[in-house]
């Protein structure tokens, strides 16, 4: 019998360190799906001895295409949720638990693992990057959001099951965001977590965000939805006037 939450990583040459986070996870949930989006350094061979479903894309789709077949394999597999993480390492698979407790203390939510702990060790441009995302985001979805960029979080299974949600790579996870707010009514929770940055003494990949390039895309992906909404100006005070909410148990 199945466990009733999956954990979906979507990997893109993460051959450094995706058999160190799958095992980390496995620590702490047994079900563990890896898309292996077209990857071209042997990133799905370094999980061949574990019991983790291993689905490959033959050539790169983008991350958005590896979240929809990972969501759609644990929602014909009947999931409850799903928890995803990066396979680069940056996210501590030591806060599954923490992640599946706030789910289960905020039904039918959202909830992100909001990189609020040590926000001075992220680089610069990343931190103005987040905090831009965050604004949008929030006003396109209707309400505020810690972290809006986090790629850790569970969703419930009813998000899992949303079609038709537009947006490729990271465009696709802010609209996530905002298609669950907007069709459903899941809002989002967040959680402070711990987050691992590149460095000398924690080698990891290059980040597939590019802050320019991307931000701009999710910008103007996020400015039609908001002008698509209607009432712009009045619904940016309302979303405004609201603080994110941050699970103070978590």
Same mark, same amino acid.
């Not at 160190?20 to 077209?38: A, F, K, M, N, Y």
């Given at each position: 019998?199945?466990?009733?939450?999956?954990?979906?990583?979507?990997?893109?040459?993460?051959?450094?360190?995706?058999?160190?986070?799958?095992?980390?996870?496995?620590?702490?949930?047994?079900?563990?799906?890896?898309?292996?989006?077209?990857?071209?350094?042997?990133?799905?061979?370094?999980?061949?001895?574990?019991?983790?479903?291993?689905?490959?894309?033959?050539? +790169?789709?983008?991350?958005? #295409? /590896?979240?929809? %077949?990972?969501?759609?394999? *644990?929602? !014909?597999? &009947?999931?409850? @949720? $799903?928890?995803?993480?990066?396979?680069?390492?940056?996210?501590?698979?030591?806060?599954?638990?923490?992640?599946?407790?706030?789910?289960?203390?905020?039904?039918?939510?959202?909830?992100?693992?909001? +990189?609020?702990?040590?926000? #001075? /060790?992220?680089? %610069?441009?990343?931190?103005? *990057?987040? !905090?831009? &995302?965050?604004? @949008? $985001?929030?006003?396109?979805?209707?309400?505020?959001?810690?972290?809006?960029?986090?790629?850790?979080?569970?969703?419930?299974?009813?998000?899992?099951?949303?079609?038709?949600?537009?947006?490729?790579?990271?465009?696709?996870?802010?609209?996530?965001?905002?298609?669950?707010?907007?069709?459903?009514?899941?809002?989002?929770?967040?959680?402070?977590?711990?987050?691992?940055?590149?460095?000398?003494?924690?080698?990891?990949?290059?980040?597939?965000?590019?802050?320019?390039?991307?931000?701009?895309?999710?910008?103007?992906?996020?400015?039609?939805?908001?002008?698509?909404?209607?009432?712009?100006?009045?619904?940016?005070?309302?979303?405004?006037?609201?603080?994110?909410?941050?699970?103070?148990?978590?």
């Amino acid at each position: 019998m199945l466990e009733p939450h999956a954990v979906v990583i979507p990997a893109l040459n993460e051959a450094l360190r995706i058999r160190e986070v799958v095992e980390q996870t496995l620590r702490h949930c047994p079900w563990v799906i890896v898309v292996d989006d077209g990857s071209e350094d042997g990133t799905a061979q370094c999980l061949q001895d574990l019991p983790v479903t291993v689905l490959r894309h033959p050539y +790169r789709r983008g991350k958005g #295409a /590896a979240l929809r %077949t990972g969501f759609a394999e *644990a929602h !014909a597999r &009947g999931a409850y @949720g $799903v928890i995803t993480l990066d396979g680069d390492g940056q996210h501590d698979p030591s806060d599954l638990p923490r992640l599946l407790a706030a789910a289960a203390r905020h039904p039918d939510r959202i909830v992100i693992g909001a +990189r609020l702990r040590h926000r #001075a /060790a992220a680089p %610069t441009h990343r931190r103005l *990057a987040n !905090a831009f &995302g965050d604004w @949008g $985001v929030a006003w396109a979805a209707g309400h505020r959001i810690a972290d809006t960029q986090s790629g850790q979080r569970y969703y419930p299974a009813a998000v899992l099951a949303l079609e038709d949600v537009p947006g490729e790579d990271f465009v696709f996870e802010a609209q996530l965001l905002i298609s669950a707010a907007r069709r459903l009514g899941v809002r989002c929770v967040s959680i402070p977590v711990e987050t691992r940055y590149r460095g000398a003494d924690y080698p990891m990949r290059r980040s597939h965000f590019r802050p320019l390039h991307d931000l701009y895309r999710i910008t103007s992906h996020v400015v039609r939805q908001v002008v698509a909404h209607g009432d712009v100006w009045n619904e940016y005070r309302r979303v405004r006037a609201q603080a994110p909410v941050i699970d103070a148990e978590a």
